[in-house]
C-alpha cells in the first residue's frame, strides 16, 4: 500500500512539474550544449530534442526572434540546397515550426522539409547558428544555380555543360555540371600534361590514377587526347569526377600505320595534336608528355615548370637496365644510359624530358614521328639547334629516380552481363561502366 501511495505521489509530482518547466523558459545560462551536431550523431541528438519539456520548443521560438542576425555562437553549419523557401525568423509558439526550425541543423534534406518555390531558382545558402535548444536562422541568396569553389587565378566555371553531359544525353531534373575552365597563372609557370589514351579494360583506372596525382599540382591543364574518332562518355565522366582541369581531344592514328602488321607508332597522332594545340592556345609554360600508365613524384612537376629550353632526368623501370638516364660527369651531359640504343642521338624514355612551350614556338616545325621506337629521338631532334649545354638536368642533377616507366597487366575484355539473370540489380549499371576494346 505504501508503495502504491509514494508511485501515485511521485507521478503527481512529475505531472506538476512538467506543467510548471511548461509555464517558464529555461534561462541561457541554463541550457545544455550539445557540442557534435553532425549528421552521424542526428538520431540522438532529434530524439534529445523530442524528449524534452514542452517549455523548450516554445523556448526555441522564442530565441528564433531574439537571435534574428546572431552568427558567433558554437556550432555553425552551412547547407545549400537548390529551390528551397526562406525559412521563417518570427517568433512563433507552434511546434511544427520550431521542429522545422531545429532539424534544418542537423542536415535533413530539405526537400522532406520545406516545401519548393517553383519560380525560385536561385540557390540559397543557409547558415545556421545552434545553441542547444536555442536556434538563430538567416537566409542569403546567391545570383547563380551552382555552387563552384575555385583556385583564385587559376581557374574559372562556365556554364557550358561537361562533355560526359554533352555525350551521355543526361537531361531531365539532372544536376547542371559545370566544367573548371583552364586560365593559366604567370606565377607559377603553367604546366601542360599531353597524356595519349586509347580505349582498352584499364583505361580508366589509368587515367584515375594519373588523374589524382595530377590534381596536387598547381597551374596545370591536362591534355587527354585520345586514339579514336570521337570521344568517349566514360571517359569524360572520370575526368569530371577528377576534377583536374582538362581538354579531351581526339587524335585517330592515320589508316596506313594501322593496317600495318609491324610495330604501330602508337600515341604519335595524339601527341602531336596536344602539340598543334599548345601552338594555337599557349604563349608560356612547358609542355610533357605523360603517359597514363607511368608513376610519377609529385616533386617532378615542381621542378621541370622552370625549363628554360629542355629539361631531362632518369626514368626508372626502363629495358634491361632498370633506367634510362643522361650521364652525368662533373655536372655536365656525356651521353645516354639506356638498355637501347638503337642508333639514336637523344636514347631517353619519354617520360625523362620536358619542352618549354615559348621554344617549342620558336621551332614551328617540330613534330613527333611515325616512326616506332624513335618517337622521342625524332621530336628531340625536331627542336634542333639544341646543344647539350642547354639541356637542364633535373632530378638532383640526374641522381633521383622520380618517374617509372610503370605497365598494366593486359586484362581480357570483360565478358557480357546476363541480362536476363542481373538485368534488374545493380550489375546493369556497373556494365555500362566498363570499358570493353
Same mark, same amino acid.
Given at each position: 500500500?505504501?508503495?502504491? $501511495?509514494?508511485?501515485?505521489?511521485?507521478?503527481?509530482?512529475?505531472?506538476?512539474? *512538467?506543467?510548471?518547466?511548461?509555464? *517558464?523558459?529555461?534561462?541561457? &545560462?541554463?541550457?545544455?550544449?550539445?557540442? =557534435?551536431?553532425?549528421?552521424?550523431?542526428?538520431?540522438?541528438?532529434?530524439?534529445?530534442?523530442?524528449?524534452?519539456?514542452?517549455?523548450? $520548443?516554445?523556448?526555441?521560438?522564442?530565441? *528564433?526572434?531574439?537571435?534574428q542576425g546572431q552568427g558567433q555562437g558554437q556550432g555553425q553549419m552551412q547547407l545549400h540546397a537548390s529551390n528551397a523557401t526562406e525559412l521563417s525568423s518570427a517568433p512563433s509558439? @507552434?511546434?511544427?515550426?520550431?521542429?522545422?526550425?531545429?532539424?534544418? #541543423?542537423? @542536415?535533413?534534406? /530539405?526537400?522532406? /522539409?520545406?516545401?519548393? =518555390?517553383? &519560380?525560385? &531558382?536561385?540557390?540559397? #545558402?543557409?547558415?545556421t547558428t545552434t545553441t542547444a535548444l536555442t536556434t538563430t536562422t538567416a537566409a542569403t541568396t546567391t545570383t547563380t544555380s551552382t555552387t563552384t569553389t575555385t583556385t583564385p587565378k587559376l581557374l574559372t566555371t562556365t556554364k557550358t555543360t561537361s562533355h560526359a553531359?554533352?555525350?551521355?544525353?543526361?537531361?531531365?531534373?539532372?544536376?547542371? +555540371?559545370?566544367?573548371? #575552365?583552364?586560365?593559366?597563372?604567370?606565377?607559377?609557370?603553367?604546366?601542360?600534361? $599531353? #597524356?595519349p589514351t586509347y580505349r582498352r579494360p584499364e583505361q580508366l583506372a589509368e587515367l584515375t590514377r594519373l588523374g589524382y596525382t595530377l590534381k596536387h599540382v598547381p597551374n596545370l591543364l591536362w591534355l587527354v587526347i585520345e586514339d579514336a574518332n570521337r570521344t568517349n562518355p566514360l571517359v569524360a565522366h572520370t575526368l569530371d569526377r577528377i576534377g583536374v582541369p582538362y581538354e579531351y581531344l581526339v587524335a585517330p592514328m592515320p589508316e596506313q600505320y594501322k593496317l600495318t602488321k609491324r610495330a604501330k607508332p602508337r600515341g604519335v597522332s595524339n601527341r602531336n595534336r596536344g602539340l598543334d594545340y599548345l601552338r594555337a592556345n599557349a604563349t608560356e609554360g612547358v609542355l610533357y608528355f605523360a603517359d597514363d600508365d607511368n608513376t610519377y613524384d609529385i616533386s617532378i612537376f615542381e621542378q621541370m615548370r622552370y625549363t628554360k629550353k629542355v629539361s631531362m632526368w632518369p626514368v626508372g623501370l626502363v629495358t634491361k637496365t632498370g633506367v634510362s638516364s643522361p650521364i652525368i660527369r662533373d655536372g655536365k651531359l656525356e651521353g645516354y644510359y639506356d638498355g637501347w640504343i638503337g642508333g639514336r642521338k637523344y636514347p631517353v624514355d619519354m617520360a625523362g624530358f620536358a619542352v618549354s612551350v615559348k621554344f617549342?614556338?620558336?621551332?614551328?616545325?617540330?613534330?613527333?614521328?611515325? +616512326?616506332?621506337?624513335?618517337?622521342? =629521338?625524332?621530336?628531340l631532334r625536331s627542336l634542333a639547334p639544341l646543344d647539350n649545354a642547354e639541356i637542364e638536368l633535373l632530378a638532383d642533377e640526374c641522381r633521383e629516380i622520380l618517374t617509372w616507366h610503370t605497365q598494366t597487366k593486359k586484362n581480357p575484355a570483360a565478358l557480357a552481363l546476363n541480362q536476363t539473370r542481373y538485368g534488374h540489380t545493380n550489375l546493369a549499371f556497373i556494365e555500362k561502366m566498363l570499358v570493353r576494346p
Open positions: 500500500m505504501y508503495l502504491t $501511495i509514494f508511485v501515485a505521489t511521485t507521478c503527481v509530482y512529475m505531472v506538476l512539474y *512538467q506543467y510548471h518547466m511548461s509555464r *517558464q523558459p529555461l534561462a541561457t &545560462n541554463e541550457v545544455i550544449k550539445h557540442s =557534435d551536431k553532425s549528421s552521424s550523431s542526428s538520431s540522438s541528438f532529434i530524439a534529445s530534442y523530442l524528449w524534452s519539456p514542452m517549455g523548450s $520548443i516554445n523556448a526555441t521560438a522564442l530565441g *528564433q526572434g531574439e537571435g509558439s @507552434s511546434i511544427a515550426e520550431s521542429a522545422m526550425s531545429f532539424l534544418s #541543423t542537423v @542536415s535533413l534534406p /530539405l526537400s522532406s /522539409l520545406l516545401s519548393s =518555390d517553383a &519560380n525560385n &531558382n536561385n540557390n540559397k #545558402t543557409i547558415i553531359h554533352n555525350s551521355m544525353g543526361i537531361v531531365g531534373g539532372a544536376a547542371h +555540371k559545370t566544367r573548371p #575552365t583552364f586560365i593559366a597563372a604567370s606565377e607559377p609557370p603553367p604546366l601542360y600534361i $599531353i #597524356t617549342l614556338h620558336e621551332r614551328p616545325q617540330a613534330k613527333m614521328p611515325f +616512326k616506332p621506337g624513335y618517337e622521342e =629521338d625524332g621530336f
